[in-house]
């Protein structure tokens, strides 16, 4: 083993994956070409979202030549004990507008589409609910949100803390639906090899999803064989099974042959989950010095009839400011609407987007700057558990940002400064996310003369994981990247977590570590070493609250005459452990903050109350935002090193971009108009 001084850990390293996408040489779960025999999947959508079948025709569709089947719920393959969202074909009930109710295998694609309109089914249809109002009667508390977090937390008296506040607001943001959006859309190709199920398929992780893969087909993991090497952006709705894999596996079964099933953009508004609507009041108190007395925060926001989805919206405003009286709420109402699932920093998002505008409410109403405010109710330790932080720089995000950005400039008066037709305002929010690490395992294998090839089911979904993990390794070998071989995307590799959470370094990272430690002073024999390691989380999460931070500013202009918003600068600030390479998180940052504009100013499905479908289920009608809708972006970060919670001190940066960069926007249209529009998106309409 040549060993090598130089780090790769920090340094600019372009994407190892880079050539061979550009290049369109890096194969793409639909891309596969198994065998030259594959055959198509189309989907034939129920109409109604609410009721049952009572009939389906099959009998036009079958008599197209090419297709090969057409599966209902009379005949379809029966699927294991998985949730009941997953049980796509299994009875005559309907959900969902979207939801699965035959599905068409065919010789060529055009065949099946053509198919799916001949099959002819009938329902006995009610009218779906698909309203969320804070104001139902039938509101619940879930068991617990997601991530294990209680609903509701309390501490001290807060309706007395409010009353007695010499200064409060007392403020209701809404969100709107939201919709995984990457470009790549969910594919699958499935062939069944005897007893064993081979499949390629887009998704953040392939042990993620064989737990309800081999239930569902009855199967042990032994028979279950998942690659996905290249995924294009997935942003959450790739983490978890979705129906149209087990739609794969079915159709696989029923014809013997491999099978493709890519979804169109269209189905998947219905088919791969949503970010929940969300409903939140804020009420904040403070002392006239800005010392906040009282932080009320209750969400309000949807789950579907075949899922408890119950998204953790409010949690991060548990442990940002330290009130002494608290209180956060979730309430959940049940509709006829897809399952929600997570979508880029999940709850912290909306809920932020929420707490941080109150803040700046707050400001105004104290009649200090917003900056300032943070700063004076900045928490030595976590307010809601009473451990102290691994580590916290919001501070020096805050102080750093606004000195990047010019904030000292600022003339805090809304409404007053024109240019033009513009309108223009600037603004600020506060940004976390937490840091979390989950098992892992990787194995290396080294033979002399040979590049050490360094396996784990990590995943890369457009991260730059790929790149970073071989840094890490390359580092852990005391070897050059060159003498790495990095092997991800496979069940059949060594069992890691899923790319989620924003947890892929702080996870994968300490299993190859750890694996790299087992060959440290072992004599390589010319036949070469296998070895393995495997990490996980100790008691660091009891003993110290760990999260990442950050702090936006945002430049708005908005065209008095019509209505229309720009945000032509964005400055943001992070503080989100050690960074093991800088462009690659640099396009994290910018690609989280990038969606945080889309979410401000475009992102919002519209659910049809009458028929309970989406009606803009597609990227012409659903804005996400473009390379024209951003400005100039400035992104750096604190040096920060968190070696309390993990070896490599790093936290995590996929998820704390996008966190307080819709406040930011909101706050500097506040600051630009003079009026604060409290729901999302800032389309021109609500301008007037
Ligand atoms: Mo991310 S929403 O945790 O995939």
Redesign the pocket.
């Known amino acids: 083993m040549t060993a090598t001084t130089e780090r790769a850990v920090g340094s600019d390293v372009r994407r190892i994956d880079g050539p061979a996408k550009v290049r369109g040489l890096a194969p793409y779960a639909y891309e596969h070409e198994v065998d030259g025999s594959a055959v198509f999947v189309a989907l034939v959508q129920s109409t109604v979202a609410k009721g049952r079948i009572t009939s389906i025709d099959v009998s036009a569709a079958q008599a197209v030549p090419g297709v090969l089947a057409v599966l209902t719920h009379e005949d379809a393959p029966r699927l294991g004990d998985v949730a009941e969202e997953l049980l796509v074909l299994q009875s005559d009930r309907v959900q969902y507008a979207g939801q699965p109710v035959a599905v068409v295998v065919a010789e060529t694609s055009e065949v099946a589409r053509d198919a799916v309109g001949r099959v002819v089914v009938r329902y006995d249809a009610q009218r779906p609910d698909v309203d969320l109002r804070a104001d139902r009667d039938d509101l619940y508390p879930p068991e617990k949100l997601m991530g294990g977090f209680e609903t509701d937390s309390v501490i001290g008296d807060v309706d007395a803390a409010l009353a007695a506040a010499p200064v409060s607001v007392d403020v209701t943001y809404e969100t709107p639906n939201e919709h ?1 959006n990457p470009i790549e859309m969910h594919a699958t190709v499935a062939r069944w090899d005897g007893d064993v199920l081979r499949m390629w398929d887009a998704n ?1 992780g392939p042990h993620n999803l064989v737990p309800v893969i081999t239930e569902a087909f009855g199967i042990t993991a032994d028979q279950l064989h998942i690659t996905s090497p290249y995924v294009g952006g ?6 978890f099974t979705h129906v149209h894999q087990l739609i794969a596996g079915m159709a696989a079964k029923v014809t013997g042959r491999t099978v493709k099933v890519e979804l169109t953009r269209q189905q998947m508004f219905s088919l791969v989950g949503h970010r929940t609507p969300t409903i939140q009041r804020l009420r904040l108190g403070a002392l006239p010095d800005g010392t906040m007395t009282a932080i009320s925060h209750e969400v309000v926001e949807h789950t579907s009839q075949n899922a408890e989805f119950a998204e953790q919206t409010a949690t991060a405003t548990r442990l940002m400011y330290a009130a002494p009286a608290r209180r956060t709420t979730h309430r959940l109402a049940k509709l006829d609407v897809p399952a929600p699932t ?5 709850g912290e998002a909306p809920g932020m987007y929420a707490l941080e505008s109150a803040v700046d409410e707050l400001a105004e109403a104290l009649g200090m700057d917003p900056v300032e405010l943070r700063l004076r109710n900045e928490p030595e330790r976590d307010p809601e558990r009473d451990v102290p932080w691994s580590t916290r720089n919001l501070v020096a995000c805050l102080r750093q940002g606004a000195e990047r950005f010019g904030w000292a400039d600022r003339d805090p008066r809304p409404g007053v400064r024109a240019d033009g037709r513009w309108l223009v305002g600037t603004g600020v929010a506060a940004s976390t996310y937490p840091t979390r690490r989950r098992p892992s395992q990787a194995r290396i294998e080294a033979v002399p003369g040979k590049p050490f090839v360094v396996s784990i089911d990590a995943s890369d ?1 457009g991260t730059g994981a790929w790149t970073a993990l071989t840094q890490i390794a390359a580092d852990a070998l005391g070897v050059p990247m060159d003498d790495v071989d990095l092997r991800i995307g496979d069940s059949r590799l060594p069992k890691a977590s ?5 947890t892929g370094i702080t996870s994968w990272g300490p299993a190859i570590i750890a694996a790299a430690q087992e060959l440290r002073d072992r004599e390589v024999p010319p036949g070469g070493l296998t070895v393995t390691g495997s990490s996980g989380p100790g008691d660091e999460a009891e003993q110290y609250s760990s999260h990442a931070f950050g702090a936006h500013f945002a430049e708005v202009r908005v065209d008095r005459d019509s209505g229309e918003v720009r945000v032509p600068r964005m400055t943001a600030v992070f503080a989100a452990g050690r960074i093991i390479n800088p462009t690659t998180a640099r396009s994290q940052f910018l690609g989280g903050m990038t969606m945080g504009l889309s979410m401000a100013l475009h992102e919002e499905a519209v659910l049809d109350a009458t028929h309970g479908h989406y009606a803009n289920h597609d990227l012409a009608e659903y804005h996400v935002a473009t390379n024209a809708d951003v400005g100039e972006v400035d992104i750096s970060w604190v040096d920060e090193v968190d070696e309390l919670h993990n070896p490599l001190g790093a936290k995590g940066i ?2 704390v971009g996008i966190v307080g960069s819709a406040a930011a926007i909101g706050n500097a249209y506040a600051h630009a108009t003079g009026r604060r529009v409290r729901d999302l998106p800032l389309t021109p309409d609500k301008f007037f």
């Not at 899923?498 to 924003?502: D, E, L, Q």
């Open positions: 995984n953040q997935a942003f959450g709705s790739k983490a997570i979508m880029r920093a999940p979904i899923g790319a989620g959470g924003s996929g998820e």
